[in-house]
């Protein structure tokens, strides 16, 4: 474990487009040292070396986790190859900011959970990174307050351009992008989920729109729903909505937070200039330097919400409600 004071040696496996958001936003911090990246793209690692200035560059992440000294470890490779690079870090005792989908399956996650229960002293906090957003978290500050009331429904949306399907051709929307949806729900519900319904329709394959109607373990209905159908550009904001017995409140991101309570709306200002992986970042980074850290979210609570992913691609598949494994 790291000595408070000194800095945190990090390495990144995966520099691609998500892997240099967190490489960017890693470099520039004092409390970090970047100790390794691993990637088997040859110019991604000369970016690595020229840009970052990072020693140690492998094509192999395993091999790398074994032979580099490191405090932890931010995954960030496609979604299959997840919980193999996860579980080598875990036997390295690393701390390890493992990318959503943690896994593809809520079962290929559990190796994960067994190794943090029975074998190792690292931990795995799931990226699941609008956690750590402002905005989101007023909001479920502001339902948490009793504002609102009980909550009733939960209504997310997340489009995205159809480039998705090209760029993430072997990883479903659900596990993809619906996932954020799920957890967003999971979060301001404190529940995980019961059954659900789900449909896809529109374009062929991913290039289609995905809904999914879940009801939670404390009977909430939630409405979630991913489109890979937009032509890049100007695309709708993604939202969240919670409605209670006594009022709403709606987050549509960038553009407004609208409570409505008592028979008035309130407009909250949106923070400013707010960097949700940055967030993340410093959260993990503290969860590093102080083990017993409570995390903002833990692997059984991620490993719910893939029961949900699973539960969805079921039902997308019977083409009827399924029931979610407890
Ligand atoms: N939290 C978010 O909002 C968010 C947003 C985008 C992507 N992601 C996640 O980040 C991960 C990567 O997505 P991306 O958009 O950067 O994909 P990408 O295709 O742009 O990058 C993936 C990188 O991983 C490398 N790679 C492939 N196999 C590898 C392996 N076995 N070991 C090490 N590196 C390997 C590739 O060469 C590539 O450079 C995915 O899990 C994705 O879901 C999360």
């Not at 875990?90 to 074998?119: D, F, H, M, W, Y």
């Not at 992008?177 to 329709?201: M, N, Y």
Request: hydrophobic letters at 40%; glycine letters at 6%; charged letters at 25%.
């Amino acid at each position: 474990m790291p000595n408070r004071l000194a800095s945190v040696r990090v390495l990144v496996v995966g520099a691609g487009a998500f892997g240099r958001e967190h490489l960017t936003r890693l470099a520039r911090r004092p409390d970090v040292t970047l100790a390794g990246v691993a990637d088997p793209n040859p110019a991604v690692l000369e970016m690595a070396r020229s840009h970052y200035g990072v020693a140690i560059c492998r094509d192999e992440p395993l091999r790398m986790i074994q032979e580099t000294e490191a405090d932890a470890i931010v995954i960030a490779s496609p979604a299959e190859s997840h919980v193999e690079i996860c579980l080598c870090a875990l036997q390295r005792n690393l701390g390890v900011l493992l990318e959503k989908p943690i896994a593809l399956s809520a079962s290929q996650a559990a190796p994960l959970l067994r190794a943090t229960q029975q074998s190792s002293a690292g931990f795995v906090l799931p990226g699941h990174v609008l956690r750590f957003s402002r905005d989101h978290a007023r909001l479920v500050e502001i339902v948490r307050s009793g504002l609102i009331g009980e909550i009733v429904y939960v209504n997310s949306r997340r489009y995205r351009d159809d480039s998705h399907a090209t760029r993430y051709r072997d990883t479903d929307p659900v596990f993809m992008t619906l996932v954020h949806d799920i957890d967003l729900a999971q979060w301001v519900t404190r529940s995980s989920f019961r059954s659900v319904l789900a449909r896809r329709s529109g374009g062929d394959g991913f290039r289609s729109m995905t809904t999914a109607c879940a009801t939670t373990r404390t009977g909430v209905t939630c409405d979630l729903r991913t489109a890979w159908t937009f032509t890049n550009g100007d695309l709708p904001a993604d939202r969240l909505e919670v409605v209670g017995e006594r009022g709403s409140v709606e987050l549509e991101v960038g553009h407004g937070l609208h409570v409505y309570a008592g028979g008035r709306r309130d407009d909250h200002p949106l923070v400013e200039a707010d960097d949700a992986l940055s967030n993340e970042h410093d959260h993990f980074l503290a969860c590093v330097r102080d083990r017993s850290l409570a995390r903002a979210l833990d692997l059984p609570e991620a490993i719910a919400g893939l029961k949900l992913a699973d539960a969805t691609m079921e039902s997308l598949r019977l083409d009827r409600e399924v029931a979610v494994s407890p």
